[in-house]
């Protein structure tokens, strides 16, 4: 099947944005670092810890509602929404190699643009050394601006035949999404394994059908027409 998106030439300006959304994230990750570690107190190892473990489980939350809501609505013709959301899942079921051949800016410029506001916002507000429920958001929003930042890479690095070594032990110890679990999502039909930051809460989501039954109860909601939102039928088509 050909790729579908590899003979565009993609526009100047959105290469523009992806690089300058990615400096602008790792200066803004740099600086909100410093100043939770600036703050951190030997005391507060256990509440690191603690923002730490529920800003993953949202990242991991994070993804798979992204991941859900681009491989199971609307199309590739959806106005703006298709070419710049949609067609990424779709191709990715198609060819899951894509990701891999894809260039970091391409890979990671979207989620490092979707971490700047809320680091943004971070550098208005309370400061960290203001105490403990100031430095407990500031890690929180810290680790998950991380991990969700990180999503894209990690997804491809599931997909990567050779990767560095710390890469393998991070997935060996299952702090990122690993290729054995993720293959649960690219075997079947594509309904299961959504989360790809860590995938720690797939076997919990898969287990009570919490994708399925969330798009059941969308689908009788959806204004005017169903058969707007959604297309199960063309997706399966399109092999994905
Ligand atoms: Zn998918
Ligand atoms: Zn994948």
Redesign the pocket.
Known sequence: MPHEREPQVRPVWLVALEHVSIAAAAVLLVLEAAAVARAVEPGDLGLLAAAFLAALLLADLVSGTVHWIGDTFFETTTPILGPAFVANFRE??RD?QA?VRHGFAERNGGNALAIVLPLLLARMATPPEAGHTALAAHAFLLFLTIGSCATNQI?MW??TKRVPRFVRSLQRARLILSPEH?DG??RGDFRRCYC?TTGWLNPALDAMAFWERSERWLRERWPKDGARLPAKEARRAQGG
């Open positions: 990715h079921h899951p990701i997804h599931a997909h993720h999502h690219h790809v």
